[in-house]
């Protein structure tokens, strides 16, 4: 089996470094990646073929654990290039099949920001001040729409540490005009009052309608559940994730400790150890309505949503991973 394209391999040190990062980003880069390999495979056999995109849906997925939109990414490729194969003896149609795959996967993911844009926009009213955490692409969908759509709202972005993703946030909305006041995560409580709803991104969602989202979204979502300020999801159904349903848990990242303080100062600190978990999991009960770009679901909904769309995983126990 050759070795695999140095792009495949760049991708992969890209997401684990977080040069590309958001659950969204993460999958539709890793389906590229997967393009990639069926653009270069020089493969003679069909077997070879499958053992190189194996290979690098292997070395993708291991490049960061919490986003369940990886896995469902690369599987929505591989299930359709194993379906493929149960008919398919030429290696050039596979490599088209994964290539036509490939670009309905990162087309549809698209759509659906499109989408969830369009129906998140809805619950958006004129005057509204919208707190966000972190940077989701699902989110700007939504509050630049409702923007578009001549509601003049302002937005509230947390910094979110460690690593100021709500910069590229705050960054990307005031480009179009928004007014944004960017605040120390610390901060949301003081806020919270002068917030009219909440709506963050997703890297999971469980069988039981929790939300996996950037570290602090559970502590947001407590502080808007005491203030009764409406808290809202924005996520594509590929977020949701059937392994949940099998019993398993979803595994939260836990990231270097140079992300919150050098090694160098630390080794100044006795006794002092860093914890940098980069997720937190929002029980069900503060989530108000999750945006999907299949329409507004309660967490409640969760399940259905698996059940829709990942009934082929669910009956196969899809285990070629
Ligand atoms: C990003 C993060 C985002 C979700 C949703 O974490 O938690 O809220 O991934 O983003 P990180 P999107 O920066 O560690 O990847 O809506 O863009 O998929």
Not at 255 to 283: A, C, G, Q, Y
């Amino acid at each position: 089996m050759e070795a695999l394209p140095k792009k495949v391999i760049e991708i992969a040190q890209d997401i684990n470094k977080m040069k590309i990062r958001g659950a969204g980003k993460i999958a539709q880069v890793a389906v590229e990646a997967l393009k990639v390999v069926a653009e270069s495979s020089n493969a003679a056999v069909t077997e070879d073929f499958m053992a190189e995109i194996k290979l690098a849906a292997k070395i993708l997925l291991q490049t960061r654990p919490t986003a369940v939109s990886l896995p469902n990414g690369i599987r929505y490729v591989l299930w359709r290039l194993m379906q493929a194969k149960k008919t398919i003896e030429e290696v050039e149609d596979l490599k088209t099949c994964v290539i036509n795959v490939a670009d309905q996967f990162i087309k549809n993911s698209k759509v659906a920001i499109q989408k969830i844009g369009e129906i998140g926009a809805r619950r958006v009213k004129d005057g509204d001040v919208i707190l966000t955490h972190c940077h989701s692409s699902a989110v700007i969908a939504v509050i630049k729409t409702a923007w578009n759509q001549g509601k003049k709202i302002c937005v509230n972005c947390t910094e979110t540490r460690p690593l100021f993703q709500g910069r590229i946030t705050a960054r990307t909305l005031g480009q179009v005009g928004i007014p944004v006041t960017m605040i120390v995560d610390s901060a949301t409580r003081h806020f919270i009052n002068k917030v009219d709803k909440v709506i963050v991104g997703a890297d999971a969602i469980t069988a039981n309608g929790a939300v996996v989202n950037k570290i602090g979204t559970s502590m947001i979502a407590l502080v808007a559940h005491e203030a009764r300020t409406p808290f809202f999801v924005a996520a594509e159904t590929y977020k949701f994730s059937p392994e949940t349903m099998m019993g398993d848990s979803i595994v939260l990242e836990e990231r270097d400790s140079s992300e919150i303080i050098s090694s160098k100062l630390l080794k100044t600190m006795k006794n002092v150890f860093i914890r940098n978990p980069s997720f937190d999991v929002t029980p069900a009960e503060y989530v108000n309505l999750i945006i999907t770009e299949k329409g507004i679901i309660p967490p409640q909904g969760a399940v259905s949503i698996i059940q829709q769309e990942y009934q082929w995983f669910i009956s196969n126990e899809m285990d070629t991973l």
